[in-house]
């Protein structure tokens, strides 16, 4: 399966946010922590320039404290700033308005030496359903920026007010192309590519080859199957056991595909990182 999502309005996002980032003192770089290294984005980079960046490592409830550090710590190594962080958690809000303060702490000195009043301007970008406007929201204590559960819900930039900063929220935008298919396979996995040009069946197999590798145990566990068995096969034991069928026992692929990929997503595989 070949994926490739560039939608019109992603095209006007990017020339939008080259235009905006002029603007901005700082860039939030919000990561979804089940597949961090798949949700940067070298067009986006490329549009932040020298700017200074926090990476949020959002949704970090959805993977291991160990597959959390080994991220923060990789970023870290860089030279860069990552700050692990839950859309829900106050003390997430806490800790990440913090390190964008401490970001741009030459930047604030700098206004207050020339008696500027002014608050510091921050884009925030990302992939699609990374939870940017969720952690906008958190940020500012209500909800301001629009939300949801699917790729592509922010179209237009979001102008936001928190004490001493001005957050601007841009739609989701993905590389132009993909040049690591394995990559955008990971964004489909956890919902930030258009599921509607996705081929779920086949993604659905390819998740359980993933799992097989890498979880060993946890499709045995979670579905009674027998994991060791073909892909596709594997795949057709879950259809059966959750029920996924059409009249006469006939397995209902659809159904069964939307059942795993909905079962991931919302965590009941259990917390699963994709390296």
Not at 54 to 73: P, R
Not at 159 to 185: C, H, R
Not at 229 to 252: C, H, M, T, W
């Amino acid at each position: 399966m070949h994926l490739q999502w560039f939608p019109g309005h992603m095209t006007k996002a990017l020339r939008m946010m080259e235009e905006e980032v002029k603007l901005c003192d700082g860039i939030i770089m919000v990561l979804d922590a089940r597949a961090p290294f798949a949700c940067l984005n070298k067009k986006l980079s490329s549009v932040f320039g020298n700017k200074p960046v926090v990476y949020a490592i959002n949704k970090t409830d959805l993977v291991s404290e160990k597959d959390v550090k080994t991220v923060v710590e990789t970023f870290s190594k860089q030279g860069k700033i990552a700050v692990p962080v839950i859309g829900t958690s106050e003390k997430s809000a806490v800790k990440l308005y913090n390190a964008i303060v401490s970001s741009l702490s030459s930047v604030l000195e700098k206004y207050k030496s020339k008696g500027i009043k002014k608050p510091l301007r921050v884009m925030v970008a990302g992939i699609p359903n990374t939870g940017k406007s969720t952690l906008i929201n958190l940020l500012c204590g209500n909800k301001r920026a629009k939300t949801g559960d699917k790729a592509g819900v922010t179209k237009n930039k979001q102008w936001v007010k928190i004490k001493e900063l001005e957050l601007l929220d841009t739609p989701g935008t993905t590389p132009p192309s993909f040049e690591n298919q394995t990559y955008a396979e990971y964004l489909a996995f956890i919902g930030s590519i258009n599921d509607d040009i996705v081929d779920f069946i086949e993604l659905s197999i390819d998740l359980i080859k993933y799992l097989q590798k890498e979880y060993k145990g946890v499709l045995s566990s979670i579905y009674g199957v027998n994991e060791d068995d073909e892909p596709a096969n594997v795949f057709y034991q879950i259809a059966s056991r959750r029920g996924a069928l059409k009249k006469g026992g006939e397995i209902d692929e659809e159904r069964a595909s939307n059942l795993i990929i909905s079962d991931l997503r919302k965590g009941k595989i259990g917390k699963i990182y994709f390296k």
